[in-house]
């Protein structure tokens, strides 16, 4: 996924019996890295009924999900359900992992749990904008001029490393280059001789 990008998940949610699994609760817990926005049409097959959408307890809204608190009504054996979550990605590097649990109602035995996490790398995502003027329209034959070069990252993500390039042009000779002035965290390139620097 990308640094300040979008990506949507497709939970899906199967019994394979042998007895009925009526009131299963569901969770998706939130993570660092991922912003639910929101959560897409149900679809129900097999005789189950989805949990239904509202704002209440054990109702299917991005704050219950959350919090492992809506309820599936009615999911016999071989009955399943299926829906999305949209998300922003947040994250500006590393991964994001997403975990969803579907737990049996009380009294019920799951052999096997089903808890399932999906694992993406997160692509950094830079905006780096130049600007470059001196200011004036004209300059003299014979005189001098002085170029302000501004970097701005616009991100989401960081951009350290990035390298700097003002090629030679015909008819200007570079003379100096002036006191660099870092804001916003940034750090200005080392001064002196060697690569890079």
């Not at 000779?173 to 916003?184: D, E, L, Q, S």
């Amino acid at each position: 996924v990308n640094a300040g990008g979008t990506t949507t998940y497709t939970l899906t949610l199967t019994n394979n019996g042998p007895s009925a699994a009526n009131n299963a609760t569901l969770s998706d817990p939130a993570v660092a890295g991922l912003s639910k926005t929101a959560i897409g049409a149900c679809t129900p097959a097999g005789g189950a009924v989805c949990p239904t959408v509202g704002a209440g307890a054990g109702q299917m809204n991005i704050a219950n999900l959350e919090a492992g608190s809506v309820v599936v009504p009615t999911l016999p054996s071989g009955g399943s359900l299926s829906f999305t979550v949209a998300t922003n990605v947040t994250a500006v590097g590393g991964t994001v992992a997403n975990t969803f649990t579907a737990t049996p109602p009380v009294g019920t035995t799951d052999p096997t749990p089903a808890t399932v996490t999906d694992t993406d790398t997160v692509n950094p995502i830079a905006d780096l904008v130049v600007t470059k003027t001196d200011g004036v329209a004209a300059v003299n034959a014979g005189g001098t001029t002085t170029y302000t070069l501004t970097l701005t990252n616009n991100g989401p993500s960081a951009a350290n490393n990035a390298t700097l390039s003002d090629p030679a042009a015909a008819g200007l000779t570079k003379t100096a280059i002036g006191v660099c002035t870092p804001a916003g965290g940034a750090v200005c390139p080392t001064v002196g001789a060697g690569a890079g620097q």
